[in-house]
Every structure is written in C-alpha cells, then in structure tokens.
Nanobody, 127 residues
C-alpha cells in the first residue's frame, strides 16, 4: 500500500513554470509505477505522464510532451512533475497516482488502472 501527498500547486501566469511534488509513504514505492493525472472543471480525469520503477523510462500525453517532465527519487520516496511554458488550458487539479503493475506490460492511461491516488493540488494558469 502506498499513500500519496501532493504539493507545489498554485497560481501562475501563462508561460510560467511550476514544480509539483508527491511524497509517498509505504515500503513498496520503489516497485510502484508512478504517474500524474489532471482534472479540469467539468472534464474527466486525464492522463498526463508516467514513470517506471527506476526512473529510466517515461511517457507523456501529447498535451504534456515537451513541456512537462516527470522524475522520481526512490531514496526520498518522491515523484515530481515539472511544468513549463504553462497555458491556461493546463488549469486543473493535478493528482499523483501509482500502480503496482509492470511498466513494460504497457502504458496505463485510464484512471481505473491506478489504485493509489493523492488528494490533488490545484494549478491555475492565468492568461
């Protein structure tokens, strides 16, 4: 079991940057595939990025590729999401997520595939 707590959200102008952090508790973090989802008002939860156990493999949604970077530190039990060149359409609640499956079995993009969720952190991008 893994418990997740996000931090780092806030209000930023378009073109700005934010760094989201997720602290995990539990002794299985290093064997947990970690990722980020987001949910904008009135919309469904959307896959953003995922990272494998060791941090050597990552995958991004088209909307995040080239602007966002996911990373992890297994020694600190943290996973971060660096947001750059933010746009108003990036405004959403961002959730840290995890699952105990194997990364090489396929990229999981459905919220139902992730049993571990944080409480979310709000990111608001003004135009």
């Amino acid at each position: 079991q893994v418990q997740l707590v996000e931090s780092g959200g806030g209000l930023v102008q378009a073109g700005g940057s934010l760094r989201l952090s997720c602290a995990a508790s539990g002794d299985t973090f290093s064997r947990t595939v970690m990722g980020w989802f987001r949910q904008a008002p009135g919309k469904e939860r959307e896959f953003v990025a995922v990272i494998n156990w060791t941090g050597t493999n990552t995958y991004y949604a088209d909307s995040a590729r080239d602007r966002f970077t996911i990373s992890r530190d297994n020694a600190k039990n943290t996973v971060d999401l660096q947001l750059s060149n933010l746009k108003p359409e990036d405004t959403a609640v961002y959730y840290c997520v995890g699952h105990s499956g194997r990364y090489w079995e396929g990229i999981r993009k459905s919220p139902d595939d992730y049993p571990y969720w944080g409480q979310g952190t709000q990111v608001t991008v003004s135009s």
